[in-house]
């Protein structure tokens, strides 16, 4: 072994190895411990060691040991959080449970997947579709998260307008406590309301409060079809009305997302069709249900809008329908190649108050001459915010700073939150006690001792330090 490798961690590794690990599972290497330090925050730090237990017992004999030794344990999925929430320290333990990605079960009778944490989401989805099933949850890193981070987190997606958030699937957790010991939450039953409801408490908790090895997910049966359109407006509140007018008219979108002008100006060079100059939001609509529904609703659809719309198309097929979501695939990456170094914060708000929030942060961008770009979930008020700046430039760099501190503040003053679904993690942490109350605060400071009295268990997120 590396003779840089603190004696702790040769230590550790030792009892890992008498208790069965392979060396594989044991990450010692300064370079390679770093590689299970970041995340899509791009903060990085190596811890002592990282694990990959691959099974729960393992999870319980590294949680045991760390026990002993008074050690920290930073769990992690597939490091795609975006708010540093996997980001270890120095001195602690990272636990990576990639390694247990077993799809246990998936009981077609009961409509319920148990699956380990490691599994990755669109895997999972893959899976149940081979037996007409549906998992909908669908955040845009489905392709590499682990449902045990989407738990953590509560991530959610477009879908989430008709179909809820990660949490609204999660019927039950198996989850071993910073001591390793077990507990079991929640079960198959569709109605359980026996005693508190520890799986809701764990969903979001972004592994401060257990670490989680088993979990229970309703299913559906998959919808016939999907139809998408794309409508164009000349401004953000025309928009507004017109997802306020699809609900009033029960047409019930499993998708609503909205970009605006700047974000229309990023993509729309890149696209295959041609988004008029005046266009100044964009709605992207998808419908899914049985056939004669979808059409029926699509048809009402186009009715509704296409006098008030500079822009109306529906598409006609599965290849169409690619066309229509390159607006949304194609922004993320456009923006990021304009500025690098954005900063990126997704706050949600009450439905109605989207124009204003968005009329409010134009206003902010010419404060502090920096451009705001914002897209999002337009169904459930979950605005991607990007502050377009050059870190490097310190003048650049304050100002950003100063905006993140007005955004918050423009977004908790219109009865929103901080975060619609990253999370607080250790970027958001210091604004926490602008959201909620001392007493609040301290409420939930004891649901964190009640699990992990010593604060041992991914320690500095969420809370302000
Ligand atoms: C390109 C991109 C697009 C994204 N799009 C979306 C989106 O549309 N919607 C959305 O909600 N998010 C999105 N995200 C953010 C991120 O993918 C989600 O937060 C995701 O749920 C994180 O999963 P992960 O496996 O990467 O978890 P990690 O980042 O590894 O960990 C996240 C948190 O979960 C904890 N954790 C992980 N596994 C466990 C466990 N088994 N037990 C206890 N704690 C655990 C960690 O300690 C950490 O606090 C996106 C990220 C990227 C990079």
Not at 101 to 111: A, V
Request: hydrophobic letters at 40%; aromatic letters at 6%; glycine letters at 8%.
């Amino acid at each position: 072994m590396d003779k840089l490798i603190d004696p702790l961690a040769r230590q550790l590794t030792t009892r890992l190895k008498e208790a069965g690990f392979r060396p594989e599972q044991i990450v010692a290497d300064k370079v390679l411990r770093t590689c299970y330090g970041y995340d899509a925050t791009r903060q990085s730090a190596a811890p002592l060691l990282a694990l990959l237990p691959e099974n729960e017992l393992q999870v319980q004999t590294i949680l045991k040991l760390a026990t002993e030794k008074n050690l920290k344990i930073f769990p992690r999925g597939a490091g795609s959080g975006m708010s540093g929430g996997a980001i270890p320290s120095a001195d602690g333990i990272i636990l990576s449970l990639t390694r247990m990605r077993r799809i246990l079960e998936i009981d077609e009778d009961n409509m319920i997947a148990t699956v380990e944490p490691g599994v990755v989401t669109g895997d999972l989805q893959e899976e149940v579709d081979k037996f007409g099933l549906f998992y909908p949850p669908d955040p845009a890193s489905l392709a590499f998260s682990t449902i045990g981070g989407n738990v953590t987190e509560n991530a959610g997606g477009p879908r989430a307008v008709k179909y809820g958030v990660t949490g609204n699937f999660v019927m039950g957790l198996e989850a071993y406590l910073i001591n390793g010991e077990k507990i079991t939450c929640g079960n198959k039953c569709i109605k359980s309301v026996s005693g508190y409801d520890l799986t809701s408490l764990l969903v979001g908790s972004e592994g401060t409060l257990a670490v989680i090895t088993k979990i229970l997910l309703k299913l559906l049966p998959a919808p016939e079809t999907v139809k998408t359109s794309l409508l164009a407006f000349s401004s953000m509140t025309a928009a507004a009305h017109a997802v306020n007018a699809m609900f009033k008219y029960q047409i019930n979108p499993s998708t609503i997302e909205f970009l605006d002008h700047h974000s229309i100006n990023a993509v729309r060079s890149e696209l295959p069709f041609a988004l008029p100059e005046a266009a100044d939001t964009v709605l992207l609509v998808e419908l899914d249900g049985p056939e004669a529904q979808v059409e029926n609703q699509s048809l009402k659809l186009n009715k509704l809008f296409k006098n008030d719309t500079l822009l109306l198309i529906a598409a006609k097929d599965e290849s169409e329908r690619e066309q229509l979501w390159l607006a949304r695939r194609k922004l993320s990456p456009a923006i990021a190649n304009i500025a690098p170094h954005k900063i990126n914060e997704d706050i949600a708000v009450p439905l109605a108050a989207i124009p204003k929030v968005i009329s409010n942060l134009e206003e902010l961008s010419r404060e502090i001459n920096l451009p705001i770009v914002c897209f999002g979930h337009a169904g459930d008020g979950n605005i991607h915010v990007n502050v377009m700046l050059d870190k490097n430039d310190p003048d650049q760099a304050e100002r950003g700073r100063k905006g993140i501190d007005e955004i918050f503040a423009i977004t908790l003053e219109a009865g929103g939150t901080l975060s619609g679904e990253h999370g607080i993690g250790n970027t958001k942490s210091a604004y926490f006690d602008k959201e909620w109350d001392p007493v609040t605060i301290a409420t939930m400071r004891a649901v964190k001792k009640a699990f992990d009295p010593d604060n041992r268990l991914n320690p500095g997120k969420i809370f302000p330090v």
